[in-house]
């Protein structure tokens, strides 16, 4: 219960100041004009033609390959200079030059996370509403939630695991899709998506264990923070196996 407490009652005061951070009402209100996104937007698009984002889709994708493979590199620098351990570390409140490198690129890994909404508004403006599926909505609208808390309560320690994994994941997707948005003649390379979904699952499985670890040894770090990622890990595996299954395994079958 203390640590329930500590973690929901004493913010971070460094991120205080920063972008989105001090209240989640700025948050709350993006996540309201997501949703509301989500389902004006088929409505608004239904008479209408597909709009040509082919330039912006490119520009897109490869710019978030660049801020993922920034951010990649900056969680695995500034935690392999600053010693951190993989099985217990926690968060460094201090001003030093290190945590604040670390603080700010937490900052970033959340502000991302607010970018990759437009991976839905382009599907809607597409037309491509098949892909706007509940695990996609669900996953886009939770994560600004999960890393606001992160970087408001908890910004380093053992959250820089999940960034750096996640970033190195995006760096891989978001290849992906900015070879994808090239054109038809780019499909005879990209015979590796279905190891893209087996590569998003090994990363959950793999904060599933990172996270149970240390909900069960003693680590100074808020075992609630812990219990939060673990239970959010375990609904997206059982999504991501049934996107898994559906999309790969099912479909062989039916062939």
């Given at each position: 219960?203390?640590?329930?407490?500590?973690?929901?009652?004493?913010?971070?005061?460094?991120?205080?100041?920063?972008?989105l951070v001090y209240s989640p009402v700025p948050v709350a209100i993006i996540f309201?004009?997501?949703?509301?996104?989500?389902?004006?937007?088929?409505?608004?698009?239904?008479?209408?033609?597909?709009?040509?984002?082919?330039v912006v889709l490119i520009v897109y994708n490869f710019a978030m390959v660049a801020l993922s493979a920034y951010m990649c590199y900056e969680f695995l620098v500034t935690s392999w200079i600053s010693n951190y351990s993989l099985l217990c570390q926690p968060v460094d409140y201090s001003t030093s030059?290190?945590?604040?490198?670390?603080?700010?690129?937490?900052?970033?890994?959340?502000?991302?996370?607010?970018?990759e909404l437009s991976d839905t508004l382009f599907f809607i403006l597409r037309k491509k509403d098949s892909q706007v599926t509940f695990l996609?909505?669900?996953?886009?609208?939770?994560?600004?939630?999960?890393?606001?808390a992160g970087i408001k309560y908890v910004a380093g320690g053992q959250s820089f695991f999940i960034g750096l994994v996640n970033t190195f994941v995006h760096?891989?997707?978001?290849?992906?899709?900015?070879?994808?948005?090239i054109g038809p003649h780019m499909q005879k390379y990209l015979w590796w998506k279905k190891y893209l979904t087996s590569l998003q699952l090994v990363q959950f499985l793999l904060f599933l264990l990172h996270t149970g670890y240390n909900l069960f040894t003693e680590c100074d770090f808020p075992d609630f923070m812990n219990l939060v990622v673990f239970g959010y890990c375990v609904t997206l595996i059982v999504l991501f196996s049934n996107f898994y299954y559906q999309s790969?395994?099912?479909?062989?079958?039916?062939?």
């Open positions: 219960m203390a640590s329930l407490w500590q973690t929901l009652c004493v913010p971070d005061k460094r991120t205080d100041p920063w972008l309201l004009i997501y949703l509301s996104a989500v389902w004006a937007g088929p409505r608004l698009m239904k008479h209408r033609q597909p709009v040509d984002l082919k030059p290190l945590a604040m490198r670390m603080a700010r690129v937490c900052w970033w890994f959340f502000f991302s996370k607010v970018i996609h909505v669900y996953h886009h609208a939770t994560m600004i939630f999960n890393w606001w760096i891989v997707m978001y290849s992906y899709y900015g070879l994808a948005a790969y395994l099912n479909k062989k079958k039916q062939k």
